[in-house]
């Protein structure tokens, strides 16, 4: 049977796997994700050209390139959330970023906005680049990105910004 093969491979390789991935990625969360993608990746392959001749030699090679292209994304977040952010203001002003907010945000920009910010800061092309790649003027893609980084702070900040709003004198004043 079709599951049997899959089972077997499972069992004698699903545990090293999430160790590698546990190993490379620093989270048993994470490292449970992409070993579960590993395996589809296998399922997959099976289905396109066959069971690999050497399983468990493709299971690593497979778990090393998503390890990879996990920690690419994950400096990729690191990299928007740090242009977003800049630097903190004292030594103390570590913001907590919620990722749910950040692609709310996101989200929340029209389609070209949404592109340039994707194009700039997630494959770290060169506004002369995504010019080109969108047809506009680098002086439009510019202006274009700056005001979308723009939105993303302010849509941002009011919940990271530790203001709390009181009712005082029938009226609100915000306390810092």
């Given amino acids: 049977m079709a599951e049997d093969w899959f089972r077997e491979v499972w069992c004698s390789h699903g545990r ?3 160790s590698y991935c546990a190993y490379s990625t ?4 994470d490292a449970e994700d992409v070993a579960s993608d590993v395996f589809l990746a296998l399922l997959e392959r099976a289905s396109v050209r066959g ?3 050497n399983v468990e030699a493709w299971l690593y090679a497979v778990a090393r390139n998503r390890c990879a292209s996990y920690h690419r994304a994950t400096g990729r977040q690191l990299r928007l959330l740090s242009r977003l952010e800049g630097p903190p203001q004292s ?3 570590v913001s907590i970023w919620n990722d749910v907010e950040l692609w709310a945000a996101m989200r929340a920009l029209d389609e070209r906005s949404r592109m340039v ?4 800061l997630f494959e770290d092309r060169s506004f002369p680049d995504i010019s080109r790649l969108l047809g506009r003027k680098e002086s439009a893609v510019k202006m274009t990105y700056y005001r979308a980084l723009d939105r993303i702070r302010k849509s941002i900040k009011p919940a ?3 203001n709390v709003s009181t009712a005082s004198s029938g009226g609100v004043q915000s306390v810092e």
């Avoid at 620093?26 to 969360?29: A, E, I, L, P, R």
């Avoid at 910010?117 to 700039?120: A, D, E, H, I, K």
């Fill in 160 to 162: 990271r910004s530790g």
């Fill in 117 to 120: 910010v994707y194009l700039r």
């Fill in 51 to 53: 069971i690999p001749e």
């Fill in 26 to 29: 620093g989270s048993k969360t």
């Fill in 16 to 18: 090293a796997i999430v």
């Fill in 91 to 93: 030594p103390g002003d």
